[in-house]
């Protein structure tokens, strides 16, 4: 998953594409409030604030996450920050979570699905839209019994679409999530190549005449509704 990551050098990860999923791209903090229109409405790309270990600029934090929350932004906001910060104010100030040093690649991943699940109103770690099984942990998709292997990038195209199943989603909207505020983002036609190459992997184990990703003329892409799960049929509401 993309993160943008204001102070990165203090960020526990040794690459910017950590084995736990993440993919870090630094961002200076004047560099994220000059971008913070374009982020206003994104509500998949998550922003980390890391803070010092040993928990002195915990104020400057707080500022930062006011700052950033007083533009609109809806996304995710992660802090990390040392032991002894005070993380009570932080929550109160706009972030989503906040963890405490150290902290691991695959805790973070972690709390950020978990952050992510609060945010699109989706209680379990994995979506069920008609045939296929979606999780929201970062394995592949699967359609009956069959894992269908997909890339990073074709991995949060179908995340975005799936934590909107049932709603139209933008090719702007995608375009967005994915590379926004990117130095070098590449052209907006790069959506219909990974589209494509999902349809055709998904193609292969869908029953016949199954459709996931529908293209809604002039507006962008949708999936049908997700189906809601009941793991206790025990627990369903006849």
């Not at 990165?8 to 000059?34: C, H, N, Q, R, Y």
């Not at 790069?190 to 184990?205: E, G, Q, S």
Request: with cysteine.
């Amino acid at each position: 998953m993309r993160v943008l990551c204001v102070n990165p050098s203090a960020l526990p990860l040794t690459t910017a594409s950590d084995p736990s999923g993440l993919m870090v791209e630094a961002i200076s903090e004047k560099a994220l409030f000059a971008g913070a229109a374009a982020l206003r409405e994104n509500r998949l790309l998550p922003v980390f604030l890391v803070g010092r270990a040993d928990g002195s600029d915990v104020l400057t934090l707080k500022a930062t996450l006011q700052r950033l929350r007083a533009t609109g932004f809806q996304g995710p906001v992660l802090v990390i920050c040392g032991a002894g910060a005070a993380a009570a104010s932080l929550l109160n100030a706009g972030a989503d979570d906040v963890l405490a040093w150290p902290a691991s690649g695959a805790d973070l991943m972690a709390r950020l699905n978990a952050v992510m699940r609060r945010i699109h109103g989706v209680s379990r770690p994995e979506v069920q839209i008609g045939s296929m099984t979606f999780h929201l942990d970062g394995r592949h998709p699967e359609i009956g019994q069959n894992s269908v292997r997909i890339s990073r990038r074709e991995y949060e195209i179908l995340q975005f679409l799936a934590l909107n199943a049932g709603r139209v989603v933008s090719k702007a909207a995608i375009y967005d999530a994915l590379y926004s505020l990117s130095a070098e983002p590449p052209f907006e036609k790069i959506i219909d190549v990974y589209i494509c190459r999902l349809r055709t992997k998904l193609a292969r184990d869908l029953p016949p005449g199954e459709v996931l990703i529908e293209t809604v003329a002039g507006r962008g892409y949708r999936l049908p509704p997700a189906q809601t799960l009941c793991p206790d049929p025990a627990l369903a509401i006849a």
